[in-house]
């Protein structure tokens, strides 16, 4: 199994522009992030993606870190036209899924296909994808169109089948957003959503997509407080959802990692907001914004990636890069057969 050759901290981050500045090289260069993310701000033309991401991992002494993008589809695709084709969001797939549920999967295992092609040319081998949260009526629109659909049985089979096309292209997956958003009735980029679902009725639908692929590699936690299983914490930062929910009745021994550190739905400073993701049992603190001042706070609270989450870590890294080998012009052609029935 591959190992991290230097002692990586457990923390993903961001960057400011579209090159790394002096001060995130020597950030990067001292403290060691595990993995990066890169966002819209990011990216404009190809070579420089290309660069960026090499520069990413040369400050990590050149070591295949983890570079993560939130490449859906829909509103949610961060590599546009004309670098990467504009891709439904997953509702459109799920509507095809419904009308005829193998062409459905096979749609969306060719889209992650597809993702991974793009992503995989510029470096990018972390696609946070799939969405597996079950919207119900009435939720905040944050999750929406992002979602299969509105039960557990199409999220979850659709899920299955996004999640193989990445990996077919030797790009990692990472569901997300576990123990489930789709009940939140606040955005929690902006504000924390309390869910009072009893835990039986989450277990039956909520749950169910994030059990059926627990054996994958990464996840993503929710933002979200369940009051009836802890009433306090947001699961990202809950010790008993983290190990009774997500490890426990869900079985996921993946890495796990946090939403955003920085997103609202979370209180205190982004230091306080860090320590407590670390203490509830994370694997590994995101911090997406690129702010300086941010990471320095993130830094200051991230341990290093140990024991189990080391070996979780490993596991992620030692899965890179392996390809099926298919042929992008038959897989594009495929999809757009496929894309023009939806």
Known sequence: MTKIHTPAKAMILGCSGTALTADEKALYRD??????????????????ISDLVAEMRETVGGRNAPVLIDQEGGRVQRIREPMAPRYPAAAVLGELYRR???????????????????????????????????????????????AYGNDPVTVGEMGEAAAAGLKAGG?????????????GMADSHLELPVVTTPR????????????????????????????????????STSRKVIDEIIRGSIGFDGLLMSDDVSMNALKGTIGERAAAI????????????????????????????????????????????????????????????LRATA
């Open 31 to 48: 403290e060691q992030p595990w993995g990066f993310i890169v966002f819209a701000r990011n990216l404009n033309e190809p070579a420089q």
């Open 171 to 183: 790009v990692m997956p990472v569901m997300k957003h576990v123990p489930g958003h789709g009940r």
């Open 100 to 146: 005829d549920k193998a062409l459905g999967l096979r749609a969306a295992w060719l889209m992650s296909r597809l993702h991974a092609f793009d992503l995989l040319r510029f470096g990018i081998n972390v696609d946070c994808l799939p969405v597996l949260d079950v919207p119900v009526e009435g939720a905040n629109n944050v999750i929406g169109d992002r």
């Open 200 to 235: 039986a009725e989450l277990e039956a639908h909520d749950f169910p997509p994030f059990r059926r692929l627990r054996g994958e590699l990464m996840a993503m936690s929710a933002h979200v407080v369940y009051s009836d299983i802890d009433p306090d914490h947001p699961a």
């Open 278 to 337: 670390a203490a509830g049992g994370c694997d590994v603190i995101l911090h997406c914004n690129g702010v300086m001042e941010e990471m320095r706070a993130v830094v200051g609270e991230a341990p290093l990636l140990e024991g189990r989450a080391r070996e979780r870590a490993d596991a992620v890294e030692a899965a890179f890069g392996a390809d099926d080998g298919a042929d992008e012009v038959a897989i594009r052609a495929e999809f757009d057969g």
